[in-house]
């Protein structure tokens, strides 16, 4: 699995950011459970799945800050 870049998840729309979060938390989740009773096997994809989250929730703050207050 290749890791994501910004500009792609930029072009999502807020929606699609929202349900993604949710999906890459559920997904760690799963992860960190797995790796704990020593289930996973490709340890990288716990990394991919943080890197990805990170990158959603920039894009979310980013569209948060850009709206105007008022």
Known sequence: MAL???SELRELSDED???GILSCKK???ELRVQKATRQLEKVHTLVHA???LAQLMT???ERKRSLPSG
Request: proline share 0%; hydrophobic share 45%.
């Open 17 to 19: 950011v929202r349900e």
């Open 4 to 6: 994501s870049k910004i």
């Open 59 to 61: 894009v979310a703050a």
């Open 50 to 52: 943080k890197h990805k």
């Open 27 to 29: 997904e760690l989740f």
